[in-house]
C-alpha cells in the first residue's frame, strides 16, 4: 500500500508542472522564431562596397555621423536598423552611379524611377504601387511613428527625415505589392545624424 501515495504523489507534482506553465507560452516562442526568421539579412548580391561604414543593428548614430544601408529592390522593404528618437532628423543621399530595374526593364536610378508608360502592365498596375502617384523603382522611406504610416519619396539628394515621433524607419523600391520579388539589384544609402532642430 506504500506504493499507491507514491504513485499519486509524481501524477501530482507531473500535473502541477503542466499546470505551472505560462499558457501560450509554446505559441510565443514559435510566434518569436517565425518572426525572427522573417527579419533574418539577404546575403549580399550585386551591391557596390559602401564608403561610409555600415549601419549597425540597433546602433545609436551620433549627430554628424553617416552610415550606409543596402536596400534590395527585390525585398518589400529594408528596415533602417539604427535606433531612432522623436525628433531625430536625418539625411538621406544615394550615391551616384547606382541602378536597379524591375522585371525586363532598363536599370535605371532610384532617384528617378521608372515612369513605366510604354509598358501597358505598368500602366494598368500604376494605380497599385505603394506609391501610386511616384515612379516605379523610385526610392520610398516608410515612416511608422506614432501609430501611423505613411510613405515618401526620396526623389533628391540631400532629403531629410525628421520623425516626429518614436516609431521605425523602413526603405523600399516602389512597387506594386507582392511583385517586389522579380526585381533586381541593390543600393546602398547613405544617412547622416542631423542636428535636432
Ligand atoms: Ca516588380
Not at 57 to 74: D, I, K, N, S, Y
Not at 77 to 83: Q, R
Not at 100 to 110: A, F, G, I, K, Q
Request: glycine letters at 8%; a positive charge; aromatic letters at 4%.
Amino acid at each position: 500500500m506504500q506504493t499507491a501515495p507514491s504513485a499519486t504523489s509524481a501524477f501530482r507534482r507531473a500535473q502541477m508542472a503542466i499546470d505551472a506553465r505560462p499558457p501560450g507560452r509554446l505559441a510565443a516562442l514559435a510566434l518569436s522564431a517565425l518572426l525572427s526568421a522573417c527579419a533574418a539579412p539577404v546575403p549580399a548580391t550585386d551591391s557596390a562596397p559602401p564608403t561610409d561604414a555600415v549601419c549597425v543593428q540597433g546602433g545609436r548614430l551620433p549627430v554628424g555621423q553617416t552610415c550606409q544601408v543596402r536596400v534590395e529592390a527585390a525585398r518589400r522593404e529594408t528596415p533602417l536598423p539604427l535606433a531612432l528618437a522623436a525628433g531625430d532628423r536625418y539625411r538621406i543621399d544615394v550615391p551616384g552611379g547606382q541602378q536597379w530595374n524591375d522585371w525586363h526593364r532598363l536599370p535605371v536610378d532610384p532617384l528617378a524611377g521608372d515612369d513605366g508608360k510604354d509598358s501597358l502592365p505598368m500602366k494598368l498596375g500604376a494605380t497599385f504601387k505603394r506609391m501610386p502617384d511616384e515612379p516605379y523603382m523610385t526610392l520610398g522611406v516608410a515612416l511608422r511613428t506614432d501609430g501611423t504610416c505613411r510613405s515618401v519619396r526620396v526623389g533628391t539628394q540631400g532629403q531629410v527625415l525628421a520623425l516626429q515621433g518614436a516609431g521605425k524607419v523602413a526603405l523600399f523600391a516602389n512597387d506594386i505589392p507582392l511583385l517586389n520579388w522579380n526585381n533586381s539589384g541593390s543600393v546602398w544609402v547613405t544617412v547622416q545624424r542631423l542636428p535636432a532642430e
